[in-house]
């Protein structure tokens, strides 16, 4: 049996996400502009996505795309993300609809480009019906601001006498979450050796399993993923509970 034969048997993780690090400092290494290493980034995703639905049986990926902190980047580095990204998406969508793949968007859209935030709602639109494997990109996304949105429409519905004030709890926060509508995380994965999550999926990720791999974004490959599965599978996930002594 082989090692993705054997995860595809365990426990398998519902929702994977993916701290896609490391794609300036591969290109310097490589004597590349930044552009370059984004450009191997997408190739990478597009990778990734492919294999975790069709190999594995994934069936939530989100992709850490594009940060709400990412606007501090140089002028022309940022105009080429989001070309990149609308790219990205816009070839996409064709193959996501015909696999099943229902792409679906985290993050303040308004902030975003007309092209770019017009081939985003139209791929939503397109692939919503999609049923095999739902592919999240967090784009214009940032952990605490998708908290403090979160707390601003919990306010409004009490206000407006939609919720009651002694009814807010943990489940009133997370169901007015940007990532409502899909599972938290199991497994977080962040590349490039870092040991951070940089404000991604803050609330979400509470009692993911993290892991860490020193590889660039641009050398993740389908077996980095399979690794970090295994990985995942044999550790004793436990809540905050106990089990076999104190924690």
Request: with cysteine.
């Amino acid at each position: 049996m082989t090692i993705l034969d054997r995860i595809k048997g365990d426990r398998l993780p519902q929702h994977v996400a993916l701290i896609m690090d490391g794609n300036g400092r591969w290109a310097a290494s490589r004597g590349l502009p930044r552009t370059a290493g984004h450009r191997a980034g997408a190739t990478a995703a597009e990778r990734v996505i492919r294999f975790a639905g069709e190999r594995i049986g994934l069936a939530n990926v989100t992709l850490f795309a594009f940060s709400s902190e990412n606007w501090n980047r140089p002028r022309d580095e940022v105009d080429f993300l989001m070309d990149l990204l609308r790219e990205f998406i816009e070839e996409r969508i064709g193959e996501f609809v015909e696999k099943g793949t229902r792409l679906y968007v985290a993050g303040e859209l308004d902030a975003l480009p007309d092209g770019l935030r017009e081939t985003v709602e139209r791929a939503v639109d397109r692939t919503q019906s999609g049923d095999r494997m739902t592919v999240t990109v967090a784009l214009n996304y940032g952990g605490r601001q998708d908290i403090v949105r979160a707390c601003e429409r919990t306010v409004a519905d009490v206000a407006a006498g939609r919720l009651s004030a002694d009814r807010i709890d943990e489940e009133a926060i997370s169901s007015r979450l940007m990532t409502a509508q899909i599972p938290d995380p199991d497994l977080v994965i962040r590349t490039s050796g870092e040991l951070r999550l940089s404000n991604f999926l803050l609330w979400q990720s509470a009692y993911s399993e993290l892991y860490f791999a020193d590889a660039m974004w641009p050398d993740f490959t389908p077996a980095e993923l399979i690794f970090a599965i295994d990985e995942y599978q044999r550790r004793e996930r436990r809540f905050g509970g106990l089990r076999g002594g104190a924690e």
